[in-house]
Nanobody, 124 residues
Framework: QVQLVESGGGLVQAGGSLRLSCVASGRTFSNYAMGWFRQAPGKEREFVAAISWSRGNTYYADSVKGRFTISRDNAKNTVYLQMNSLKPEDTAVYYC?????????????????WGQGTQVTVSS
C-alpha cells in the first residue's frame, strides 16, 4: 500500500520559515517525480515544486522561486520543502504528490498518489 505522509506544517509569521517533510512508502519511486502542490481556500490546487527522484532535477512555480527549496533523501525515502520568506499568500494546505510522468513534473494529470495534506498558515 502506497503512502505519502506529510508533516511540518503550522502557523508562522510573515518572513518566517517552515520545512515540510513527506515520507514515501509502499513502492519504489525511482521512476517518479515527487512534488508539492497547494490549495488555498476558494482556489484550485496549484503546483509548487517538484524533484525527479533519480536525477534530482528540480522545478518551481514562479511564485516560490528563490524562496522555496525542494530536496530529497533517497536513503530515508523522504522529500522536503524548505520554505523561507513566507508570505500570507503562501497560506494553504500543502500536498505531497508522486508523479508517474517525470517528463511532466508540474502536471496534476499524472499524479498517481497524494498525501493527506498539511496546513500552512502565514500571518501578516
Amino acid at each position: 500500500q502506497v503512502q505519502l505522509v506529510e508533516s511540518g506544517g503550522g502557523l508562522v509569521q510573515a518572513g518566517g520559515s517552515l520545512r515540510l517533510s513527506c515520507v514515501a512508502s509502499g513502492r519504489t519511486f525511482s521512476n517518479y517525480a515527487m512534488g508539492w502542490f497547494r490549495q488555498a481556500p476558494g482556489k484550485e490546487r496549484e503546483f509548487v515544486a517538484a524533484i525527479s527522484w533519480s536525477r534530482g532535477n528540480t522545478y518551481y512555480a514562479d511564485s516560490v522561486k528563490g524562496r522555496f527549496t525542494i530536496s530529497r533523501d533517497n536513503a530515508k525515502n523522504t522529500v522536503y520543502l524548505q520554505m523561507n520568506s513566507l508570505k500570507p499568500e503562501d497560506t494553504a494546505v500543502y500536498y505531497c504528490a508522486a508523479n508517474a510522468n517525470p517528463a511532466a513534473p508540474m502536471s496534476q494529470t499524472f499524479v498517481a498518489h497524494w498525501g493527506q495534506g498539511t496546513q500552512v498558515t502565514v500571518s501578516s
